[in-house]
């Protein structure tokens, strides 16, 4: 299953891409220049042609800068060459491999993905707090529209709706899966290398975080004062949190993504 010979990233961690290549090339290089003499309209590459005594020339120097693209195409080249050094496994059957594959495993998966939708939410709290401004406008206009204000939230339901998504804000996180109750895949995105609206079909590219064997559960938000708690403990608050939209039940695979793309 190789990568699509024009790839167009929804998402591509330009940092993690320049650490990784430069591991596996040692070293990394983003541009190259390219010198080139002429001579009375013939042209001819430094070092390779030679002019004639007296000839007028001109010497042109161009710089060609790569792109991250570029470099992402380089680098999984690399990857798929040497793959046993770099622990590369480009996966067709999830279900069929799971098993297989170990944390530090970079994998190559072609699932369908989405951003859960309470998970959306709360990555995004400008959109949050302009519904609670606009449930809020409404109640104000609703006398004078002949509306009934049954079954709206009152003031302190969207107060405390708009304190919940400040106090639980979320990463951006992905759910992935190739077929219905089969393994699934998570992993947070850096919001500055979103390019494009994540969801379908894609390819995704990343190292193998942890692995959730049938039954485990997995936290997709934040939870806040996690960090100071044990590992026992944070255990414990998954479970108590669990609910289809906010816990991964395993078998699943969380990710360090690297790339999206289609």
């Given amino acids: 299953m190789p990568i699509p010979s024009l790839p167009r990233f929804l998402y591509l961690d330009e940092k993690g891409l320049d650490e990784y290549l430069s591991v596996v090339e040692q070293g990394l290089s983003d541009e190259a220049k390219t010198r080139r003499l002429s001579s009375g309209g013939q042209v001819a590459s430094a070092g390779l042609g030679q002019l004639a005594e007296g000839e007028s020339t001109s010497e042109e120097e161009r710089v060609v800068r790569e792109t991250a693209s570029q470099r992402f195409i380089r680098l999984v080249t690399a990857l798929d060459v040497a793959s046993a050094q770099w622990r590369y496994r480009d996966i067709e059957d999830l279900g069929e491999e799971f098993e297989s594959v170990n944390v530090a495993d970079i994998v190559q998966v072609q699932c369908e993905v989405e951003i859960p939708p309470f998970i959306r939410m709360l990555s995004q709290p400008d959109q949050l707090?302009?519904?609670?401004?606009?449930?809020?406008?409404?109640?104000?206009?609703?006398?004078?529209?002949?509306?009934?204000?049954?079954?709206?939230?009152?003031?302190?339901?969207?107060?405390?709706?708009?304190?919940?998504?400040?106090?639980?804000?979320?990463?951006?996180?992905?759910?992935?899966?190739?077929?219905?109750?089969?393994?699934?895949?998570?992993?947070?995105?850096?919001k500055d290398y979103v390019r494009d609206a994540i969801e379908g079909e894609v390819f995704i590219l990343g190292k193998v975080a942890k692995r959730l064997k049938h039954g485990e559960t997995h936290s997709l938000l934040a939870i806040p004062g996690a960090s100071l708690m044990s590992r026992k403990q944070r255990r414990e608050a998954a479970r108590q949190e669990q609910s289809d939209d906010t816990t991964l039940v395993g078998p699943a695979l969380t990710l360090d993504i690297l790339a999206i793309y289609r």
């Fill in 129 to 190: 707090d302009d519904m609670v401004n606009m449930i809020e406008a409404f109640r104000a206009m609703a006398p004078m529209l002949g509306q009934d204000l049954e079954g709206l939230p009152g003031k302190k339901e969207t107060k405390a709706f708009s304190d919940f998504g400040k106090a639980m804000k979320s990463d951006v996180v992905i759910v992935g899966d190739q077929e219905d109750g089969g393994p699934q895949i998570t992993g947070k995105l850096n």
